[in-house]
């Protein structure tokens, strides 16, 4: 699975973000330790706590489909045009509970710009049961 695959399929998903209420358009596309993709995007919900982030989702069918591991997840958003959408906080540590010292967190631009991170440059000296 290549990067520019996952962000191309980030930009696709984000397509079919249900975000009536921001008009931030998100989508997640993840690859697993058995090298399959998922994929996410934002639902939102007229009662707003209950919105959903893309990221969640694409880890929802992660799981739902018995990955264990996100090997590199890609993340795509905004409201037009697509800006560098790095993962919100809560994200950051959904991610977290399923990635290891090689997880990649890429965060797609609109001009085919994109960025790189690892876990721990996102969320440094994380939270572990
Ligand atoms: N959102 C995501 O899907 N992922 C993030 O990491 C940041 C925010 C969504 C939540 C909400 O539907 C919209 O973007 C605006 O915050």
């Not at 520019?4 to 596309?29: E, F, T």
């Not at 007229?46 to 890609?74: D, R």
């Not at 991170?117 to 000296?125: I, R, T």
Request: proline content about 3%.
């Amino acid at each position: 699975m290549t990067d520019q695959k996952l962000i191309d399929a980030a930009l696709a998903v984000r397509k079919n973000a249900y975000c009536p209420y921001s008009g931030y358009r998100v989508g997640a596309a993840l690859v697993d330790d058995r090298g399959q993709m998922h994929l996410g995007c934002n639902v939102e919900n007229a009662a707003y706590p209950q919105g959903n982030c893309a990221e969640a989702s694409a880890i929802g069918a992660m799981i739902s489909a018995g990955g264990k591991t996100i090997v590199t997840i890609a993340v795509a958003g905004g409201r037009d045009a697509v800006t560098a959408c790095t993962p919100c906080g809560g994200c950051r540590q959904r991610i977290n509970e399923f990635a290891n010292e090689q997880t990649r967190i890429i965060v797609s631009g609109d001009d085919g710009n994109w960025d790189t991170y690892l876990m721990a440059e996102l969320l440094p000296a994380s939270f572990h049961l």
